[in-house]
């Protein structure tokens, strides 16, 4: 249940229209009452000029002759949802709507919908249940003193010396940015099997604190007949499929991104697969980047490959947290039975990739901030190779590409827009060569590199979105097109730094984001709030999955209503996750299983153990959390079922 204004969903208390079926969240209701206008910003939209792909390559000299042809060719493919989309009657109604909100005499609210009803208070829930389980919950807390942890989490890890510098010689830390004066620019890295022997309380230690983690050859113990070879899963993926459905199969299309002009593109499946492993190239030999679009669909993932979705969840380190079923520690599991449930995945994410950063057309999947934490499998890669005369093409390129850049900012600082000036500046200083002061990992050419990430620190996004809001213009989107309006800065998804904007950012700001190369077999855990980026080295196979950890519960309600007050058009408005409303299960599930656990003591005075279920945590060792309570039991496997909403989330 959602919000007919803001999109955010409803747990319990609400107004309803008294004459039409118009829903208004508590929210809502308080900002009509304070005389603001409710649910966030107004309507806006971009248009994005569709230039041809002469100017995209820069290409100035084919401009004329050929910009109408390829303008033809590009709408053929291209899906209309993609390129500049016409107004929306109903946006421009909620404007309107907006507008009429009004308080009646008597204080209540009429409804702007319809304009005849009045807004009445109505519950969700059953009466005092949210307060009945308060109570229950605070009872608890009091009798097992979990208000008082003597051994905060927050307190440094044995990986530090007493100056808050990793030790020399600690092989599960990787060095990934070089902030001054600060004690995070070593990331833990462990190994597997480290983890799955237990060390739960270590990771918890860097987790709460807001930090990525990265675990190592977690594919350690596939079978070995078992391949993630992307032709291997769509061998495996025709299998299972409607005979009906899936008649020439080797023809079947599927959707992708082109890097280029990031617009949606039909190809066939086989061909895909097939520049996956041998490269693919636009009319001057610069490398063309495609990005599969949600293949296979993550609703159907557990369904068409069974056997690669058994793999990866038996793969997946910490289950406890990342069990997308039984995660004893994953409050999206705590939903209950009947309950529409989120889209936590699992999702693959199958593109191309290139080793030298091209700045015009990178295989990348661009900044944003995800609503959930996630774990990211970088389960395979395949290198294409380049020859001498494909890289001086590319070198040409770059160099028109860069040209071109610094022709249009002079064009428009002519024009009379002196904000433009420090984009010169920026752009003077790339082509000077200036040297780097970020970390820049040293494993980006080894064997089993596969992607570059970027992930920033939650105290730095202030810093990043207003960077991000004063160099739009720098940055390219559809058609390469310059960015010349912001929404907000993340969650519009528009922008790649790359390494000169990285280096530009730490000058003006000093800040930089925690950078390393997730080598095959690594999983990344990505903490709910940080933004990050990630940019293919070679062609790559990633499965992700989404979790809630009760670490970063509160973060994801501060983004949801971060979410909340984006445009109503925006990609990222709806509240998907509906957090708050697991977050009671969750409480109501922990209060439950606490008050069985203390009864059933009681009952043995105190001298057997409960037989375990699957909402105790695996036996993976002691389990403490920031509350310092403890348990062990047995974990499980599965994937929960699909619900109507879909997590939003990136590479």
Not at 620 to 641: D, L, Q, S, V, Y
């Amino acid at each position: 249940m959602y919000c007919d204004n803001c999109k955010t969903s409803i747990v319990d208390f609400h107004r309803n229209c008294s004459n039409c079926s118009f829903d208004l969240c508590i929210t809502c209701c308080r900002e009509i009452r304070d005389g603001s206008l409710p649910g966030g910003e107004e309507v806006y939209k971009e248009t994005f000029v569709n230039r041809g792909k002469a100017y995209m390559h820069a290409e100035e000299s084919a401009r004329t002759k050929g910009t109408a042809r390829t303008r033809g060719k590009l709408t053929e493919c291209v899906k209309s949802s993609d390129m500049n989309p016409e107004p929306d009657d109903s946006l421009e109604g909620h404007v309107k709507l907006k507008s009429e909100w009004k308080l009646m005499d008597n204080n209540s609210i009429r409804c702007a919908s319809c304009g005849s009803g009045h807004m009445v208070l109505k519950r969700v829930l059953p009466e005092n249940w949210v307060s009945d389980l308060e109570g229950r919950a605070e009872k608890v807390a009091v009798e097992f003193n979990l208000f008082n942890d003597p051994v905060p989490l927050t307190q440094k890890c044995s990986c530090y010396n007493s100056v808050g510098s990793a030790k020399a010689g600690n092989n599960n830390f990787r060095k990934a940015s070089s902030r001054d004066d600060c004690e995070d620019n070593n990331l833990y890295c462990p190994q597997s099997k480290e983890i799955q022997n237990g060390d739960l309380e270590h990771f918890q230690k860097h987790w709460i604190l807001g930090e990525p983690v990265i675990v190592r050859n977690v594919l350690e113990l596939k079978p070995s007949n078992f391949s993630w070879e992307p032709e291997v899963m769509s061998r495996s993926l025709r299998e299972k499929t409607n005979s009906k459905t899936m008649k020439g199969s080797g023809h079947l299309e599927v959707t992708a991104v082109n890097c280029m002009d990031w617009c949606e593109v039909e190809v066939k499946i086989v061909d895909f697969f097939r520049c996956y492993m041998e490269g693919l190239m636009h009319h001057n030999m610069w490398p063309k980047m495609h990005k599969l679009k949600d293949w296979p669909p993550s609703d159907m993932f557990e369904e068409r490959l069974p056997r690669h979705f058994a793999e990866f969840v038996s793969s997946l380190p910490l289950k406890d947290y990342t069990c997308p079923k039984f995660g004893f520690l994953n409050l999206a599991t705590k939903l209950p039975p009947k309950s529409l449930k989120p889209d936590m995945g699992p999702k693959t994410y199958i593109a191309y990739g290139h080793a030298q950063e091209l700045i015009r057309g990178d295989s990348v999947t661009k900044l944003h901030c995800d609503m959930s934490d996630a774990i990211n499998v970088l389960v395979n890669i395949r290198e294409v190779p380049v020859d001498g005369a494909q890289l001086k093409e590319i070198e040409k390129a770059k160099k028109r590409h860069m040209a071109q850049d610094q022709k249009e900012m002079e064009e428009l600082l002519k024009g009379g827009n002196q904000r433009l000036s420090t984009e010169i500046s920026v752009l003077n200083n790339n082509l000077k060569g200036k040297e780097c002061n970020v970390f820049v990992p040293d494993n980006c050419s080894s064997n089993s590199a596969g992607a570059l990430w970027d992930i920033f620190r939650r105290e730095d996004v202030p810093k990043l979105q207003e960077y991000l809001r004063k160099h739009c213009r720098e940055f390219r989107h559809l058609y390469c097109s310059r960015v010349e309006q912001v929404s907000h800065p993340i969650h519009d998804q528009r922008f790649y730094l790359t390494l000169e904007h990285k280096k530009k950012l730490k000058e003006e700001y000093g800040i930089e984001p925690w950078t390393f190369v997730q080598e095959r077999g690594e999983a990344v855990f990505i903490p709910t709030g940080c933004p990050h980026q990630v940019r293919n080295l070679k062609s790559c196979t990633k499965v992700a999955v989404d979790f809630v950890s009760p670490e970063n519960v509160q973060e994801c309600m501060r983004l949801a209503e971060e979410f909340r007050l984006l445009p109503q058009d925006h990609s990222a408005k709806e509240d998907k996750l509906e957090v708050k409303k697991m977050t009671l299960h969750a409480v109501k599930k922990a209060v439950d299983f606490v008050e069985k656990l203390s009864k059933s003591q009681e009952s043995n005075n105190g001298n057997t153990k409960p037989v375990c279920s699957k909402d105790e945590p695996s036996k993976g060792g002691k389990h403490k959390t920031r509350n310092g309570g403890k348990g062990r039991g047995e974990g499980g496997k599965g994937a929960n079922n699909t619900g109507e909403g879909k997590s939003h989330r990136g590479n």
